[in-house]
């Protein structure tokens, strides 16, 4: 089933999803509000986190058990490509991602920057070119993880109940997210977005599949110091996703990152 789910995937890739994406995430944010508002409480609490997310992929878990077996198993293998496809529709980004490296490859650096900004979302003043296309490399990389990488991963463990989980966790979050940056609170009180049980679940979900992708990127360049990279990193929990992917990206290049160059953001 997954075989032949895989190979719709791979024969459809140019399929954006935004038709079915747009309005399922418009729809979760919507359900997510509505928990949050009933509990009285933040939408990145562990409470709303569970009763917002969990449903759901129990729904799913239930469906595939209902249909197993039924009509040879064709139902089974429709949900299993519309739960595959909404995972992995969210492309909203890869739009500047394809206008920036068109940009590049034509050495348009001013059109480039523009959509660097636009891709990383920070400011990118006194930046040389190269530099810059460094971290747009590297945001690229954590792109792939978040937007196809985990999800892919958690589907081939444990099939379309996982790849759900692992999208509507990262959609909770980034919910979550939402609604703290438009939270207006004092400098000595700092705001958190979520419960710190959710970002455990988080890092839970992203550990295994960030360093088989962390060791994948460090033996592609330079084995032999991606695998020192990678024995360094591979327990060190502090490491937000980003930041691991990143340290293994740039062993390709030849640099073996030190350890007190990590950060725990």
Known sequence: MKFFAMLAVLLLRNFYGQKLTLPLDKAFSSWQAYIAKRLKQGMGSSAVFLLSSMPWVLLLWLLLWWLDGVYWYLPVLGLHLLVVFYALGRRC???WVNRYMTAWRQADYEAAGYYAAEILDEPINDISDRELHARVVSRLVVFAFDRLFLVLFWYLLL??????????????????????????????????????????????????????????????GKPWLGLRQFAVDIFRWKLSTEAFLNRQLITGY????????????
């Not at 049980?197 to 060791?215: E, S």
């Not at 030849?254 to 953001?265: C, E, H, Q, S």
């Open 159 to 220: 099939g379309p109940v996982g790849a759900l989980l692992a999208r509507l966790a990262e959609q909770a979050i980034t919910n979550a997210r939402h609604e703290a940056n438009q939270l207006v609170v004092s400098e000595d009180q700092p705001l958190t977005c979520c419960d710190e049980q959710v970002i455990r679940f988080q890092q839970v979900l992203h550990w295994p599949a960030a360093r088989l992708m962390g060791l994948t990127l460090g033996l592609t």
């Open 254 to 265: 030849g640099w073996l990152g030190r350890a007190d160059d990590a950060t725990a953001t």
């Open 93 to 95: 980004d890869l739009v």
